[in-house]
Nanobody, 125 residues
Framework: QVQLVESGGGLVQAGGSLRLSCAASGGSFSRYVMGWFRQAPGKEREFVAL????????YYADSVKGRFTISRDNAKNMVFLQMNSLKPEDTAVYYC??????????????????WGQGTQVTVSS
């Protein structure tokens, strides 16, 4: 029912910035909690950030607080992740995800119902 497509990944040097986008189709986007996750080679998929229905509620992993900002544009069915002060340890495939039935903060991948294909972010030293 819901399709998510990420874009905006690429290669950037340490200290630089990237802005990831996620376009959603199907369903009622404004009713979904949207999240960003990432997965590096040999590691588990981990939570990065989430944003609530109206965009006023956000939550971030400790590793990205103060550097990353999640936002959404419900009129365009899109969610964004602005990544500043990037570090080599931020290198990973970044995934957009949608949670259709949250009643509380959900940071576990298993709580999300739909996933995009991912976009590669590589931060060089």
């Amino acid at each position: 029912q819901v399709q998510l497509v990420e874009s905006g990944g690429g290669l950037v040097q340490a200290g630089g910035s990237l802005r990831l986008s996620c376009a959603a189709s199907g369903g009622s986007f404004s009713r979904y909690v949207m999240g960003w996750f990432r997965q590096a080679p040999g590691k588990e998929r981990e939570f990065v950030a989430l944003i609530g229905w109206g965009g006023s509620s956000t939550y971030y992993a400790d590793s990205v607080k103060g550097r990353f900002t999640i936002s959404r544009d419900n009129a365009k069915n899109m969610v964004f992740l602005q990544m500043n002060s990037l570090k080599p340890e931020d290198t990973a495939v970044y995934y957009c995800a949608a949670d259709l039935s949250s009643f509380a903060i959900q940071t576990g991948p298993s709580e999300y119902d739909y996933w995009g294909q991912g976009t590669q972010v590589t931060v060089s030293s």
